[in-house]
C-alpha cells in the first residue's frame, strides 16, 4: 500500500492545519493508520492512530484534547484535524499504517509515506 500525506505549512501559534494520508487502497478494517513526527535532532515520536473501522483511537499525552484524527473510508483517507498549535509542534508529520490497533510503537508500522513538513511560528 502506497501513502501520500499533505496539508503541511507554515502556521502561526494557536492556529490550525489540517493533515492529510492518502491510501492507495484500504488495509483490512483492523489496520491502524498512524500519524507520527519527527522534529529536528530528534527522534520520531508518536501522534496519534485509528483503525479503518474508526476503532482503536489513541493520541499522545503531547496532543491530547488539541489534535483529532479521523478516517474518510469512502475517500481512502486518515486526517489529522491540528488546533492550538504550538512551536514544539514543529516537525515533519508521516502517515504509517500496519496491523496492531492502537499501537504507538513505530516498528509496527509496515508502510510509510513521505512526510509533510508543519512549521509553528511563535
Known amino acids: 500500500v502506497q501513502l501520500q500525506a499533505s496539508g503541511g505549512g507554515l502556521v502561526q501559534a494557536g492556529g490550525s492545519l489540517r493533515l492529510s494520508c492518502s491510501a492507495s487502497?484500504?488495509?483490512?478494517?483492523?489496520?491502524?493508520m498512524g500519524w507520527f513526527r519527527q522534529a529536528p535532532g530528534r527522534e520520531r515520536e508518536f501522534v496519534a492512530t485509528?483503525?479503518?473501522?474508526?476503532?482503536?483511537?489513541v493520541y499522545a499525552n503531547s496532543v491530547k484534547g488539541r489534535f483529532t484524527i479521523s478516517r474518510d473510508i469512502a475517500k481512502n483517507t486518515v486526517s489529522l484535524q491540528m488546533s492550538s498549535l504550538k512551536p514544539e509542534d514543529t516537525a515533519v508529520y508521516y502517515c504509517?499504517?500496519?496491523?496492531?490497533?492502537?499501537?504507538?510503537?513505530?516498528?509496527?508500522?509496515?508502510?510509510w509515506g513521505q512526510g509533510t513538513l508543519v512549521t509553528v511560528s511563535s
Open positions: 485509528i483503525t479503518w473501522n474508526g476503532g482503536g483511537i
Open positions: 504509517a499504517t500496519g496491523p496492531w490497533a492502537g499501537n504507538s510503537n513505530s516498528k509496527n508500522y509496515n508502510f
Open positions: 487502497r484500504r488495509t483490512a478494517s483492523s489496520y491502524a
